[in-house]
């Protein structure tokens, strides 16, 4: 176990690995996003209560989902960091920020425009809104301390206590939806519970998420790369994949 | 097939620029974002390649040098 767990800390290891995986995960993330996004533009029944604008919710869901998740995942790299120092966990934390950026503004944006035909508002400030964009600050909030510190030891251990005080906020945009009154609707998806919306709906939008899951995997497989490209360039193993690759 | 035309597929049923708007917002960041992971990580290896390429030229320059001059021995002063 122990073992196994230092091999991932292992920004060498982790190289081969990503190189492996990272074409399975960008053809079937492509794939399914493309089945779930045709279906759902397409093919799937219009609502009865939105009619057609309900569509946006192919890409509004999925990306508020990667958002959270990728929130989520960056608080756990932060513990590894603080804890166990592990280099890996803090490339990955500076590798994904900016693509945590891109889908929350894509879920703040697709709802805005939502908003409109459905609500008749481009915005209100409601839990669930407001919850969002102060995600969106937490984002740039940590690529910008992460650019603003040059020394890569104190800006991990920096990054890291801003993404867990941060992290707060999680619960806060989850529950949003329960704990107040908001214009928003509740989840569509509950682990928990059979799914609140007709199968053709459900299953579009299943291929969707699951899509998108597969593209931010190598996302951020190409991204770490590239960060422990920068930072190892020095060493011995990176010296010999570059003359490798180039013969 | 939800619509009976190409048209009544683009309208939307007045819902179209909404619609539309998003998924071109949603397929631009997403490409985009990919590209540029793409090319910066070829940025990337590029400059560890050229990196290694001046760095293996200095060493045989520095190589060349030392087999034309003298070597220079330390020796111990008491």
């Known amino acids: 176990m122990w073992q196994w767990f230092h091999k991932l800390g292992s920004p060498k290891w982790f190289f081969g690995i990503a190189t492996r995986f990272m074409p399975w995960l960008l053809a079937g993330g492509l794939l399914l996003l493309a089945a779930g996004l045709v279906w759902g533009l397409a093919f799937a029944p219009k609502d009865y209560l ?8 192919f890409i509004h869901v999925p990306s508020a989902f990667l958002a959270q998740s990728i929130y989520i ?44 035909p459905t609500w008749g508002t481009w915005w209100v400030w409601d839990a669930r809104l407001t919850s969002m964009l102060i ?9 910008a301390l992460d650019r603003a510190i040059n020394d890569e030891k104190s800006a991990a251990r920096a990054v890291a206590v801003l993404v867990l005080v941060g992290v707060v906020n999680i619960p806060i945009i989850k529950y949003s939806v329960d704990w107040w009154n908001t214009l ?14 007709p199968m053709e709906m459900w299953v579009p939008l299943l291929l969707s998420v699951l899509g998108l899951y597969l593209l931010f995997g190598w996302l951020a497989c190409i991204r770490m790369k590239t960060e422990i490209l920068i930072r190892e360039q020095r060493t011995r193993w990176v010296k010999d994949m570059v003359l490798a690759g180039r013969k | 097939m939800a619509f009976d035309s190409f048209s009544a597929f683009i309208a939307m049923e007045g819902h179209g620029p909404y619609v539309w708007v998003c998924y071109a917002v949603f397929a631009v960041l997403l490409a985009g974002l990919m590209i540029w992971s793409v090319k910066r990580n070829q940025s990337a290896l590029e400059d560890c390649q050229r990196r290694h390429d001046t760095e293996s030229r200095a060493s045989a320059k520095a190589t060349g040098k030392a087999a034309a001059s003298f070597t220079r021995v330390e020796i111990p002063q008491d």
């Open chain 1, 50 to 57: 939105q009619g057609n604008s309900y569509r946006i919710i």
């Open chain 1, 73 to 116: 995942s960056m608080a756990v790299a932060a513990v590894v960091t603080l804890v166990w120092r592990m280099k890996l966990a803090d490339v990955f934390v500076k590798a994904i920020a900016p693509v945590g950026l891109i889908f929350t503004f894509l879920s703040l944006f697709t709802g805005a425009v939502w908003g409109k």
């Open chain 1, 135 to 143: 995600l969106l600050f937490l984002y740039g909030g940590v690529i």
């Open chain 1, 184 to 197: 928003h609707q509740p989840a569509t998806f509950k682990l928990t519970e059979k799914p609140s919306m």
